[in-house]
């Protein structure tokens, strides 16, 4: 358990704390910069001890009356419309530019369940000024080319000698409701309502910056907030997302939970576990997270079924999926072989469950390929029910033709084009698809080559590196805005690795940790010169935990790219074969 959850200090003792007027900043500080020097590098080294001592300077460093900033104005905005996202807000001060920040979804959704994004405006000179706040806006159901919803206010603003709060809402107005802004002075207490710094800790929360959120609720807890009921919930919340604490209520989410037991007895043979599947793949999705984990849910059951040899129950759940989207182009593999696996024949390990890309091994995948529907490799469908079943199954492999050639699903499409090409007679179109099939695998390979030089060069590091600091916005913080083409392909499917997820997640706590210390020492003639030795010493740690795990980031593309690179090269060495074989043909023909 950690101190800080314990309400201890594990850095100061008691006696210091009670006393730090009459102790004095910079005897306290120094005791302070010792402390944390003198913690063990192994302790240090992890995120949770390193937010554990960052998070106990903050607190200390709040309680000197020196740290008060008074020439700022923080605009706490908001959105009460329910049926809309904030997409974008912008500031102007005195005729300039001050603040653009566009909201991601995880973003937007914290905001509409009452969250508050804190905007800091700093320096603010006493007196009077001008501020202008535009908000744009979305309806949640809103199509591409539907209207955007625009709002805003200017007005006079005078800033006094304490540091002034704003909050800016968007909400409806009149009998039309149209959108529009509520301005809410938060310059005088107002006991009736809540404070916004507490709904400012719950986006941060909601939005994964725990640390964050646990240091605005530290700076109300010493700044003699009543801490009411509200407040502790908030506060054990921010500790229990850090592991500073046990959550009081077990975290994760239940549909997530749910889908990872319903896979789990799917790998154990238990028969209900494709009646679960199938209830969440059927199961209206009202969010992002539930759409998702239907569109897998249907992927697993729908290799199920065809592992089963039962390829019409298949196209139905396989016609469910998204596209685009994450199991698209296994779907559209997947529901290809719908109509050519044979009916009622198990299918053994023809389709091996390898989620989440593509559920089948490349051997597996080669093997069905040509001994489905055929028993030989050139027999030809003339007429009759399997001409049909290879016409239909084109259409949805054809559509794979085109996409990202590093997937393994749409690999597996260059082939099984030209394959059912030859078995309808087409030789010289299957001859064509098989030299693009080359041409795509080729360039898949030496992309592939670029993305490896890319990580090890330093690139992704530096991508990331600028996406996770203070001032990015929303999409830039999420990861949501890397482009996805040339010699940066590679990012899409590493994003669908758990281990790779959990490094980058890693990465951007020591990231938040780094911007708070980093907001300690930037504020000189405020923060005695103990605190800032304290502030660099423990960035320093900081920046040789983020160094260690930058490492595993590295190593784990790696890793993946090799594993991409392997199928690319198996894929392209059977196109090869498959192409000299069609060249071959004429001359087994003149043989027999």
């Not at 900033?69 to 923080?74: E, H, I, P, S, V």
């Not at 009077?128 to 591409?144: K, S, W």
């Not at 009736?192 to 725990?210: H, S």
């Not at 199954?393 to 099984?416: K, N, S």
Request: net charge neutral.
């Amino acid at each position: 358990m950690s101190l800080i959850a314990e309400g201890k200090t594990a850095l100061v003792p008691a006696a210091g704390r009670g006393s730090l007027a009459i102790l004095g900043g910079a005897s306290m500080w120094c005791m302070l910069a010792v402390a944390l020097m003198a913690l063990p590098a192994r302790a240090a080294e992890t995120p949770v001890a390193l937010a554990s001592a960052a998070l106990e300077l903050d607190r200390q460093a709040q309680s000197l009356p020196a740290a008060a900033d008074t020439q700022r104005l923080t605009l706490y905005v908001g959105n009460r419309i329910e049926d809309s996202l904030l997409r974008e807000v912008s500031v102007t001060l005195d005729g300039r530019a001050a603040v653009r920040h566009r909201y991601s979804d995880r973003e937007a959704l914290a905001l509409r369940s009452g969250g508050l994004h804190a905007i800091t405006l700093a320096p603010m000179a006493e007196g009077a000024h001008r501020l202008r706040v535009d908000f744009i806006a979305r309806a949640e159901d809103a199509q591409p080319g539907d209207a955007r919803l625009h709002a805003q206010v200017e007005q006079e603003y005078t800033q006094g000698a304490a540091a002034g709060r704003v909050e800016l809402s968007l909400v409806k107005q009149g009998l039309r409701g149209k959108p529009g802004l509520q301005w809410q002075d938060w310059a005088q207490p107002q006991a009736a309502l809540e404070a916004p710094e507490l709904r400012a800790a719950d986006f941060l929360l909601r939005t994964g910056r725990a640390l964050h959120a646990a240091a605005v609720l530290e700076r109300l807890r010493a700044s003699g907030m009543p801490l009411t009921i509200a407040f502790e919930r908030r506060r054990a919340d921010s500790l229990a997302a850090l592991g500073l604490a046990v959550p009081a209520v077990p975290g994760g989410s239940p549909l997530l939970d749910r889908y990872g037991g319903a896979l789990a007895a799917l790998r154990q043979g238990d028969a209900q576990a494709a009646v679960q599947l199938e209830a969440m793949g059927s199961a209206d999705s009202p969010d992002a997270e539930s759409r998702m984990l239907r569109d897998y849910a249907n992927l697993e059951l729908g290799y199920q079924l065809l592992r089963q040899g039962q390829g019409e129950r298949a196209k139905p759940v396989f016609a469910r999926i998204r596209s685009p989207g994450p199991c698209s182009n296994a779907a559209l593999l997947g529901f290809g072989w719908s109509f050519l696996v044979p009916a009622g024949a198990e299918g053994g390990s023809m389709f091996a469950a390898q989620a989440p890309l593509w559920p089948a091994g490349t051997e597996d995948a080669a093997r069905l390929r040509r001994g489905t529907p055929f028993r030989y490799l050139h027999s030809v469908a003339v007429s009759g029910e399997r001409k049909l079943d290879l016409q239909r199954a084109l259409v949805p492999w054809v559509e794979l033709l085109g996409r990202d050639a590093t997937d393994p699903a749409v690999q597996e499409g260059l082939l099984a084009v030209p394959y059912a090409l030859a078995h309808l007679g087409a030789h010289e179109q299957s001859q064509q698809y098989l030299s693009r099939a080359v041409g795509d695998l080729e360039r898949a390979r030496q992309e592939l080559d670029a993305a490896m030089r890319h990580v090890s060069g330093g690139e992704l590091s530096a991508r990331l590196a600028e996406r996770m600091s203070d001032e990015a916005d929303g999409w830039r913080r999420e990861l949501a805005d890397l482009p996805y083409a040339d010699a940066t392909t590679y990012l899409k499917p590493l994003m669908l690795e758990p281990a790779f997820l959990e490094a980058l997640a890693a990465q951007q706590r020591l990231a938040e940790i780094d911007q708070l210390l980093q907001g300690q020492s930037l504020r000189p003639g405020f923060v005695p010169a103990g605190l800032a030795d304290a502030a660099a010493s423990l960035r320093q740690r900081v920046a040789a935990a983020a160094q260690a795990q930058d490492g595993e980031l590295r190593a784990l593309a790696l890793a993946q790219l090799r594993r991409q690179q392997q199928h690319t090269l198996a894929y392209l060495a059977e196109a090869r074969l498959a192409l000299a074989r069609v060249h071959d043909r004429p001359l087994e023909e003149e043989a027999s």
